[in-house]
């Protein structure tokens, strides 16, 4: 059973550039979310997918935004990167009804130069 | 607002010691919480989910405690190994689905 896989697993950009990153659920959850790791810190919550809609929503600027697939995968597109962007982006998945608790992909380590 | 605090910050034991990792948050009002373990530069590995309604979960050497009413979870691991040696992080679900997480504990077991 797979669980949460993301690509890539590391990504350089340059300041301004635009990155998408990509997460497929764990098999039977329907819910995604993503999460911005700083180095030193603990993850932050950017948004969340359900039904292919933004459910809810962090303290995040619209230069993060994201989409969900029929098939539950989902994007983070972050746009006109800034250096303080560099982060892991962490993608979790669980079941929208009931309290199941979250499994955790590997991550995207994103370095932005 | 919900805010988690982890005590203490960084941890070094040697093996076979037995610890108490802490967690609090501010707002009891929660459906769950979930203790994970994040190996450097890695993703997070779910260890424990305590129910609002548990009060305590155990797998192997891990035991999660829960008292919701002081706004407190503890984890306990028995028999510290090198393999341990990770950052533990707690995250609170106050509904909506979202997760609130602390900053971690950074655990070095030597041997």
């Known amino acids: 059973d797979a669980g949460v896989t993301q690509s890539p697993t590391h990504l350089i950009k340059t300041r301004g550039q635009q990155v998408t990153l990509r997460c497929s659920p764990k098999?039977?959850?329907?819910?995604v979310s993503w999460y911005q790791q700083a180095l030193g810190q603990g993850p932050q919550f950017i948004f969340q997918y359900y039904e292919e809609e933004e459910r809810q929503r962090g303290n995040f600027p619209d230069r993060f935004s994201g989409h969900q697939f029929p098939n539950y995968s989902s994007e983070l597109n972050v746009n006109a990167l800034l250096l303080g962007d560099l982060a892991l982006y962490l993608c979790?998945?669980?079941?929208?009804?009931?309290?199941?608790?979250?499994?955790f992909g590997s991550g995207t380590r994103l370095t932005v130069v | 607002k919900q805010e988690v605090t982890q005590i203490p910050a960084a941890l070094s034991v040697p093996e076979g010691e037995n610890l108490v990792l802490n967690c609090s948050f501010t707002d009891s009002a929660i459906y769950n919480l979930q203790w994970f373990r994040q190996d450097p530069g890695k993703g997070l590995t779910s260890l424990l989910l305590i129910q609002s309604s548990q009060r305590e979960q155990t797998s192997g050497r891990l035991n999660a405690s829960l008292d919701k009413s002081s706004g407190r979870s503890t984890l306990y691991i028995a028999a510290s190994q090198p393999g341990d040696s990770a950052t533990y992080l707690c995250a609170v679900n106050s509904g909506y689905s979202t997760l609130t997480f602390g900053k971690g504990t950074m655990l070095l077991v030597s041997p």
């Open positions: 098999s039977g959850h329907d819910t």
């Open positions: 979790a998945s669980t079941h929208w009804e009931g309290n199941y608790g979250y499994t």
